[in-house]
């Protein structure tokens, strides 16, 4: 037993070291600045979320695709609105301190637009497979839109790798983690009950997914905005001291305070860039998996639609977490992640940890059921639709695992294929935004949206 705890021991390290290295300068400028070129390349497509909003609750049942656009955001926010909306920021200011609560604000803001040219480019080279579902993402489009199929394999790799930490393990330690701290029930126990929660739904692929989104999505954010909100009500008189603290911190650090370290500013964008991408995987090429596979008259209407999904996850839930957290002052006792979070809901009276149990659970399973579908469209473009059921068991006998693992090792796992996975995709949207240019200005710019695109679907035997 205890030359397996020192295994684990270097094992943690040296993924803390990868990570180190993957998530440095060049990676924060890569991402962050794909952003911004995206959103000036774009005319700010984020003045058009409004459209997208109204886009994404229009049924386009003649298009072709497997699912609603709506079923498409819900089963992408189901992944995304996880718990990095909670213990992912919680985490960021712990290490970061407050100013990280800005950085990760920024990125979700600027983030609007990669999240719309990913989708836009998946749906563009989404093929249509033997048994006529859509199949779509990054790899496809390394493949047929930069002919590039090595640096897709690439991506599908890393993106079967990421689902077990971001879309699996740290999801189903964060909820084992509360529920045993909250209510005392054994993580082993908790993962016992996420396995079989998860293997109901997911055996049924993405029509059952995309049900149980459906009813689950909104349910979930509605539920937790208004926990927020409650508590920020309670906090009013703060808010604003709060808010300039948030501002301040982010550009000049956060000296030692109470139980809080102390963090540069290196740190506060470090943290909070990185927790944003982990919070709404704009840049991470996740979410045009799932947008590949909606009912969608062309690729700018569902790039709309997508790219919502961002404003919703980043621009206000996240948002809403770290002021919660920055006005409470619980990032200032020296606590990370859930045990953080769960302090600062603790201002409302009895049942403030059982809102957050309650939010985090549903945020815990709709991301694991979101990540799920991700993970085995990598898995059929690498090997094809007979490797999906095995896949489906491994993922799900992961849960467990994820219940009952140490924290900081997963979330650094979880980090480092992040990173590995937003590389290859980021190199496709800068090489591929003439493209994603070009198709903005014929569908959206001059109001051809509601015009059924004449592009071709690509037909392949998988």
């Known amino acids: 037993m205890e030359a397996l705890s020192s ?44 459209k997208g909003i109204k886009l994404s609750i229009t049924k386009d049942d003649d298009s072709a695709g497997d699912v609603s656009q709506f079923s498409s955001l819900a089963t992408a926010l189901a992944a995304t609105i996880g718990t990095g909306n909670i213990v992912g920021v919680a985490t960021a200011v712990a290490l970061g301190g407050p100013g990280a609560v800005l950085w990760t604000w920024l990125t979700g803001v600027f983030g609007i637009s990669t999240k719309y040219a990913e989708a836009l480019l998946a749906v563009k080279y989404r ?24 640096l897709g394999v690439l991506f599908a790799v890393f993106t079967a790798m990421a689902a077990f930490g971001i879309g699996n393990m740290t999801q189903a330690n964060s909820i ?8 005392n029930i054994p993580t082993w126990v908790t993962g016992l009950v996420m396995m079989a929660l ?13 049900k149980i989104c459906n009813i689950l999505v909104p349910f979930m954010a509605l539920f937790y905005v208004a926990g927020c909100i409650i508590i920020l009500t309670m906090g009013y008189k703060t808010l604003g001291a709060s808010v300039m603290l948030i501002l301040k911190s982010a550009f000049t650090g956060q000296a030692a305070i109470g139980g809080f370290a102390g963090a540069g500013v290196m740190a506060a964008m470090r943290f909070g860039v990185a927790r944003g991408l982990f919070s709404n995987e704009s840049g991470l090429g996740s979410a ?25 996850d980043t621009v206000i839930v996240c948002a809403m977490t770290g002021l919660v957290l920055v006005n409470s002052g619980a990032w200032q006792k020296g606590l990370v992640g859930a045990e953080l979070t769960k302090e600062a809901f603790s201002v409302i009276p009895v049942i403030g940890p059982a809102i957050l149990t309650v939010g985090l659970f549903t945020f815990v399973f709709s991301t694991i059921l979101g990540w799920s579908y991700y993970a085995e469209k990598a898995i059929e473009y690498l090997f094809g639709k007979s490797a999906i059921m095995p896949y489906r068991i491994v993922f799900i006998f992961v849960v467990f695992i994820g219940s009952v693992t140490s924290l900081n090792i997963v979330w650094d796992f979880s980090d480092l294929t992040n990173g590995l996975m937003a590389i290859p995709n980021l190199v496709s949207l800068l090489l591929l935004s003439g493209v994603i240019a070009s198709e903005t ?4 710019f001059d109001d051809n949206i509601d015009e059924i695109s004449t592009d071709e679907v690509i037909s392949i035997k998988k």
């Open 7 to 50: 295994m684990m021991e270097v094992l943690g390290k040296n993924i803390a070291d990868i990570r180190d290295i993957i998530w440095g300068w060049p990676l924060l400028i890569l991402l962050f600045g794909t952003h911004l070129y995206l959103t000036f390349r774009l005319g700010f497509i984020q003045r058009f979320i409004g």
């Open 441 to 444: 200005k014929k569908y959206l």
């Open 288 to 312: 045009p998996i799932v947008a590949a596979a909606a009912k969608t008259r062309n690729p700018v209407s569902q790039a709309l639609v997508s790219a919502t999904g961002t404003f919703w």
């Open 127 to 150: 093929v249509k497979t033997s048994d006529g579902t859509m199949a779509g993402g990054p790899m496809y489009v390394l493949e047929y839109g930069l002919k590039m199929r090595w």
């Open 176 to 183: 084992s983690d509360m529920a045993l701290k909250t209510f």
């Open 198 to 210: 998860t293997a109901v739904v997911i055996i049924g692929g993405i029509h059952s997914i995309a």
